[in-house]
Structure formats: structure tokens, C-alpha cells
């Protein structure tokens, strides 16, 4: 047998492995698949500083970029099975059942996972090693050398080909198992007090898409949860411990709100962040239902696939909108932002207080529990800083009169004044005061413009925001660990 051949038997088994763990997977879940399961444990345990690197390089597309990267991995060392197997079939089987054993272990250490959540591993390790065995066989046979040269490549192509066909037929099946139906028969109901006013009657661009909306969070799968079964059980240090349904929340008086969520991950002039329509039932509501402890000073929400994050139960009852919701700019929250149901809070970062896919709400303190992003370095109080944002102009302008334009955000303190600096290599412009446009409350971002008489020349352009507490953002540059970016904004322009 060549060694390309025999390194196509191993890439083979692989596939066969891999498509037909996708088949099984659609019963036992998604996130039981090897692959899966397995870039699931990597995200939980790869270094901070690698993280950063991926994100830094691949934006959003990480998590595409993990498995892309895992599968490359997984076809070469397929292939060096395929050569051990050359020398000795026993060899190959064993690297083959390693590898499934690998799938297994990771799959059962995944949160809620089942003895059951083996099997796309097991199932699909015993499919690979079958077929590693009777593709080595098919070239060692003595007749082979006879035979049609083309068996094996016959052989091996179609297996392969079969193996890529079953596992896209897995992934399509798993998706129409997927929530998008039951999202789409949600009636949300109206909010009880006065509707937050339609987009068309604020500026441009205030209100962030659904589709533009940045996304952030640790899972490869988005989770489909049925709201027919969800539900969120309230216990932890409280006198009443109670769980109520998805019909329960949607009979609850509702708010409806505009809250900017921002990522902490946000660098300086960065866009993860984005201003929303929330619909939802007040969290304070609930908590007050349960009745909180004295000195449980930590609200913790964990979702269907064991994230967490915590957020002070003070923040959660003074009477902000903090608020369990279930729409999302007059939808129902789409899938990846967290359907059925999500937290929102205004002011804090994403990861300390907008637990996506929420199921359950947990009163303890902060000297008991570490949150999944606090457990990894990053602060346990986490309030958004005051930031602010060039937007335009950028790159090269012809001279005349522009528009430099941008948004800065304090949430829940709000913004007093925009100030921007134009300035020259020879000389340093004087701090100009923007004009601030219409917003709804404190919890949103603020845009911002001043005009400006553009000649010839290069220009470094900054802004720099001041909240409603007086407190002007620093200069002092620093990056997002552990609690968010400081320092201000600046972008260079040509004017031609
Ligand atoms: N279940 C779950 N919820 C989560 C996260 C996560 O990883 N898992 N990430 C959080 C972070 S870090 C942020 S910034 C916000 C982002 O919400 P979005 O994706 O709707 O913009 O979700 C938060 N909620
Ligand atoms: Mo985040």
C-alpha cells in the first residue's frame, strides 16, 4: 500500500467518524458532537492572551475559525494514523479509539451533559477504526495487485464522500430540530405602561438592527431552547424559592425600554456595542417575589449551557430597568441574542448582567461564587466607563464643510458633553463642544456632531465624552482586561 494511499484511508475513517457522530448527534444533542464538544472544552480552557489573539484576529468568526482550525488538525493527524496503520492495523485502530475516547471524555465533561452524550464519539470511533481495517485489508489482499487498481480509490472516495453527505444531513436535521418554529409563533405581549417611542421618530442610527447587533458569547452552538419547556427557578439565599414558565413571564406586566449592552471586550473606537428595544418583565419584580437575604450581596444567572455571570443584588433593586427580556426591537429575542428569554441591565458590561438564554437565578454573595469570566481574570464588578466614539469622517475627505460625527455612552449616569479636538502635526486644536442629539434616558448611547470648515492637510481628529456625574473619561490608555478600555479616540483624516 503507498503512503498516500494509506494516509487517504486514515483521512477516510476520520470522516467517517466525524459525519456519522453528526447523524447520532442529532439525537443526543449538538453539543454532544466530538468536534463540538471537544472546541467546547478548548473555549473554556484556552489562556486569556490567546483568546485576545483570536478574537483580535478573527473578530466574530472565531469560533468558525476554532473549528476550521480543529478539523485541519484532526485530517492531518487522520492521516498519520493512516500511515501507522500502513506498518500495522492494530496501531491504526488504536490512535483511532484514543481519538474517540478523546471525543467521549470532552462531550461528558460539558455542562448537562448525559452518559448518552458518548455516543456520536463511540459510535462514530467504531464506524472509523471498521473502515480504516477494510481499506487496509482491500489493498493487502495478494489479488489486490490483479484486481481493478481502482478499488481502493473507488472504495475510499465513496466512503469519504458518504461520510460528508451524512454529516451535512446531520447538521440540516439538527437545525430543523431548532427553535426558529416555536420563535416564530411568539405573541409578545404589550408592554403595560407607555411603549418606548418607534425608531422613526429618533435620530438615525440611535437604534441598532437585529441583524446588526454585535454578538458575544462562549457558544459554538447556539442553544435552541423550546419555550415550551423553558423555565427560570429562582432560589439560592432567598425565603421563597419559585420557577415560573415561559407563559407565566409573558402573563408579568411588562417594561419596554431602549438599553445599550456593551462587551467589555470593546477596545477604544471599537463596535461591540449596540442600542436595543428591550421587552421584558422587571428583575426586581421577581426578586422581591423570592425575597432576598440580608448580605446576599450577588445575583447569579446561569444559562441552559452552564455560562454564568453575576451581578450585584443592589444594582438589580434600585429601581433601574433591569429587566428579564423577551424582545428584542419589537421581535422576539433572536436565537443567538438569547431567545427564549435573556437579562438585561443597564450600565453594567455584558458579562457581569445580560445572561442569554437564561434559566435560572441564583441569590448568594460574591465571596461564594466566581462567575464564569471572573474565574478567568476578568473583575467581578464590572460598571461600563464612560466612552466616546468617532464615526466619521475617516480615511480621506475632499476640503469643505463636513460632519465629524460619533456616539458616547456612560450608561445609567448618562452623558453631559462631547468635546472634540482637531489637531495638526505643527499644533494642537482647542477642545470644541458638540452638539448632543435627542436620546430617550441615561441607559442609552449618545450621538453627537460638530461641523467643521475642512481645508488641505492631515489631520488627527479626538473626541473625549464627560457623564452626568461631572467625570471626564481619562486619557490614560489602557486595555480591556480585567473591566473595559480607557482612553480617548482619536482617527486620522486626509482632506484633500
Ligand atoms: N449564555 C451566555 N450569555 C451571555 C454570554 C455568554 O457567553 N453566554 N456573553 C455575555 C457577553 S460577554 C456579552 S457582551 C453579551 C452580548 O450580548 P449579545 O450577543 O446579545 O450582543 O452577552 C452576555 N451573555
Ligand atoms: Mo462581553
Given amino acids: 500500500m503507498t503512503k498516500l494511499r494509506a494516509a487517504f484511508a486514515g483521512v477516510t475513517a476520520a470522516l467517517v467518524a466525524v459525519g456519522l457522530a453528526e447523524l447520532v448527534a442529532v439525537f443526543t444533542g449538538p453539543r454532544s458532537a466530538p468536534l463540538v464538544a471537544v472546541d467546547g472544552w478548548v473555549i473554556d480552557h484556552v489562556p486569556e492572551w490567546l483568546k485576545q489573539f483570536a478574537i483580535s484576529v478573527f473578530g466574530t468568526n472565531d469560533k468558525l475559525a476554532l473549528l476550521t482550525g480543529t478539523a485541519v488538525v484532526l485530517l492531518l493527524i487522520a492521516a498519520g494514523i493512516g500511515l501507522l496503520a500502513r506498518r500495522s492495523v492494530a496501531l491504526g485502530v488504536t490512535g483511532i479509539s484514543l481519538f474517540a475516547l478523546v471525543g467521549a471524555v470532552a462531550a461528558l465533561t460539558r455542562e448537562g451533559a448525559t452518559i448518552a452524550w458518548v455516543l456520536p464519539s463511540v459510535v462514530g470511533g467504531a464506524a472509523a477504526a471498521l473502515t480504516l481495517y477494510l481499506l487496509v485489508r482491500t489493498e493487502q489482499r495478494p489479488e489486490s495487485e490483479s484486481s481493478d487498481r481502482r478499488t481502493f480509490l473507488k472504495l475510499a472516495g465513496l466512503t469519504a464522500a458518504g461520510a460528508v453527505v451524512a454529516g451535512l444531513a446531520g447538521r440540516a436535521l439538527a437545525d430543523r430540530r431548532g427553535v426558529a418554529e416555536a420563535r416564530a409563533q411568539v405573541e409578545l405581549p404589550a408592554p403595560a405602561g407607555s411603549p418606548a417611542p418607534a425608531p422613526s421618530t429618533l435620530p438615525a442610527d ?114 433601574r430597568d433591569a429587566m428579564l427580556a423577551v424582545g428584542m426591537n419589537g421581535e422576539p429575542l433572536p436565537v443567538e441574542h438569547g431567545f427564549p428569554v435573556r437579562m438585561v441591565v443597564p450600565g453594567l458590561y455584558g458579562y457581569v448582567s445580560a445572561c442569554k438564554w437564561i434559566t435560572e437565578l441564583e441569590v448568594t454573595t460574591f465571596a461564594e461564587f466566581d462567575a464564569y469570566w471572573v474565574r478567568r481574570g476578568w473583575s467581578a464588578q464590572a460598571p461600563i466607563k464612560t466612552q466616546s466614539r468617532i464615526d466619521t469622517p475617516t480615511g480621506s475627505k475632499r476640503a469643505g464643510e463636513l460632519t465629524i460625527a460619533g456616539v458616547a455612552w456612560a450608561q445609567h449616569r448618562g452623558i453631559a458633553k462631547v468635546e472634540v479636538q482637531i489637531s495638526t502635526a505643527a499644533q494642537a486644536g482647542r477642545w470644541q463642544e458638540a452638539e448632543l442629539l435627542d436620546t430617550v434616558s441615561i441607559d442609552t448611547w449618545k450621538q453627537w456632531r460638530l461641523p467643521w470648515s475642512a481645508t488641505p492637510g492631515e489631520y488627527t481628529l479626538t473626541v473625549r465624552a464627560t457623564d452626568a456625574t461631572g467625570q471626564t473619561q481619562t486619557e490614560q490608555r489602557s486595555s480591556v482586561e480585567p473591566d473595559g478600555a480607557t482612553g480617548w479616540h482619536s482617527v486620522r483624516v486626509r482632506v484633500t
Wanted: net charge negative; proline share 5%.
Fill in 206 to 319: 440611535y437604534a441598532t438592527s437585529n441583524k446588526d447587533f454585535y454578538r458575544i458569547d462562549t457558544s459554538l452552538i447556539v442553544p435552541q431552547v423550546d419555550p415550551d419547556t423553558w423555565n427560570l427557578r429562582i432560589h439560592g439565599a432567598v425565603d421563597h424559592e419559585f420557577t415560573i414558565t415561559f407563559a407565566d413571564l409573558l402573563a408579568m406586566p411588562m417594561i419596554e425600554r431602549y438599553v445599550t449592552l456593551a462587551c467589555v471586550s470593546n477596545e477604544v473606537g471599537g463596535d461591540l456595542i449596540g442600542n436595543a428595544r428591550w421587552l421584558g418583565v422587571p428583575v426586581k419584580t421577581l426578586l422581591e417575589r423570592a425575597g432576598p437575604h440580608a448580605g446576599a450581596d450577588q445575583v447569579v444567572q446561569r444559562a441552559v449551557d452552564g455560562w454564568t455571570c453575576g451581578t450585584p443584588t443592589q444594582v438589580l433593586l434600585d429601581g
